[in-house]
């Protein structure tokens, strides 16, 4: 199979994420925020006015913290950027999308296809993983400048809403698709199969865990 | 006497190698896979990440977002004497960590467990880890800083002596496997196995044995070598690559490390350092020498003694 390249904006048309394919190789341009659990909690759970004007500004939400530090002058310094996983903002994700009109979710490892049907296929939107993992300085070539980074005297760096302006950001990869198909679970299909034959002659543990089980196309997210 | 203000120099100068240069012994390993790797998707994965070292190393900048938790382990030569004793020491480690947090930058990700306090620079209470360990002679000071991946691909079981190495097999395939998944685990990993001890010392040789021994390394033990050997194939037969896509190449390396246990248990664990596996040393001496290596050599025929007592006079005669 020949991998295929795309350049994205992080304000895309519904056309351009229509045209996107499981496996292809994304590159983007644009304004990309970065929010995880803390921005979440702070905007759905505290009710805080988010400092963007969204989606109109940008779709893509990162869930991500830079390798960064703020400067005494309030200047940044901005290293190595990678994603965090995301299975784990499945819990704040759907109110998340309808609030702001993300289109873009990146991170790492992707959510469930049950996720892709309920909230993202509705909203017209798709995630890209990012790529290694850990291409973050690749990535970091990427970020033309920080424009802002809000709340982080209430959420700590690692935590705070990072605005970056992207140009030719990327590899990330397409791992959904507007029909709700998840390129993390067609690989465990694939991979699954080979399993019997790699377990053979070795033996389940004497003292069984609670709530244990031998299904081997089972996932740890959840 | 070594100096604090070489000390701490110097574990500054570690901080920012371990963060932005990947290990030479590691950078082999992968470009090793890199060669046999079919599956379409892992190989441009991995010729990603190859492309990513060169990133950093161009630009000084760290090669992952997220660099990690900071940890130190000082080995000291018998005859080692320092500033100030252990809690100066101590505390140049803490400083330079701190101040490599905002001078590479490096992300703070250290936070308190509940209240989620984050300093900004990745010392808090009991962080960063501080690990010692000790050599018969030497007036010399290994300072090694490993910035281990914090989240994914690790786990730890009670195995027992009737679960055999078939059951050790199981639960090695076991993590792998589910860690494996979406590449959670950052694979292709160096990947640590510790066997006995207690549940804590059993996770500290698994650890240590993931991210202070080299890729290429092997035990003294020669059946344990062998079976480091055999679970390196069977990882890479599992037929998953990086990031959880189809491939050939989960382990980069597997490490073996054993302690005596209680009679009636075998524990277990099971360790993933990653494809950013962050790890400088600089040996410290007297008069100011110091000498940067990217391998830890912390298991030392001393660090694997099994006897009562240990004698002097070998470790002279070498």
Known sequence: ?222 | MISLDLIQKTAEALMDKAAIEIPQDYLDGLRAAAKTEDGDLSSFVLQAMLDNYEAAKEDRRAMCGDTGVPRWYVKMGNDARIEGGPVALEAALRRATANATSGVPLRPNRVHPLWRTDHNNNVGIGAPEIEYGFEPGGEWVDLITVHKGGLFGTDYRMLFPSDGIQGIKRFYLDSLVAFGKRGLACQPAIIGIGLGGSKDTCMVLGKRASVLRTVGSRNSDPKIAAMEEEFKELGNSIGMGAMGFVGKNMVIDCNIEVGYCHTGGMQMSVHAFCLSSRRAVARLFPDGRVEHRTDPDWFTDYQRRDSVEWEMGLEVAE
Not at chain 1, 73 to 99: C, Y
Not at chain 1, 131 to 149: D, K, N, S
Not at chain 1, 189 to 211: M, S
């Open chain 1, 1 to 222: 199979m020949k991998i295929r390249e795309v350049t994205l904006s992080t304000t895309p048309s519904a056309e351009a994420i229509a045209d996107l394919r499981l496996g292809d190789i994304v590159y983007l341009d644009g304004l990309i925020y970065t929010a995880r659990e803390g921005v979440y909690m702070r905007a759905l759970e505290d009710k805080a006015n988010i400092p963007m004007e969204l989606p109109s500004q940008s779709a893509a939400n990162f869930h991500c913290s830079p390798a960064a530090v703020i400067r005494e002058d309030g200047s940044f310094d901005l290293g190595a950027v990678t994603a965090t996983a995301s299975f784990r903002f499945a819990k704040w994700l759907p109110e998340w999308m309808a609030k702001t009109g993300a289109r873009l979710i990146i991170g790492k490892g992707g959510m469930s296809s049950k996720d892709y049907k309920e909230y993202f296929v509705p909203n017209g939107a798709v995630y890209l993983s990012t790529v290694g993992y850990g291409t973050g300085a690749l990535l970091g070539r990427g970020v033309e400048t920080v424009e802002a980074v809000h709340w982080h005297e209430e959420l700590g760096i690692a935590q705070a809403m990072w605005v970056i302006r992207a140009r030719r950001m990327g590899p990330f990869i397409v791992a959904s698709d507007l029909q709700g198909a998840c390129l993390f679970e067609r690989e465990n299909a694939k991979i699954v199969q080979n399993l019997d034959k790699v377990y053979e002659g070795t033996k389940p543990a004497v003292l069984k865990r609670y709530g244990e089980t031998d299904d081997r196309s089972d996932e740890v997210i959840g």
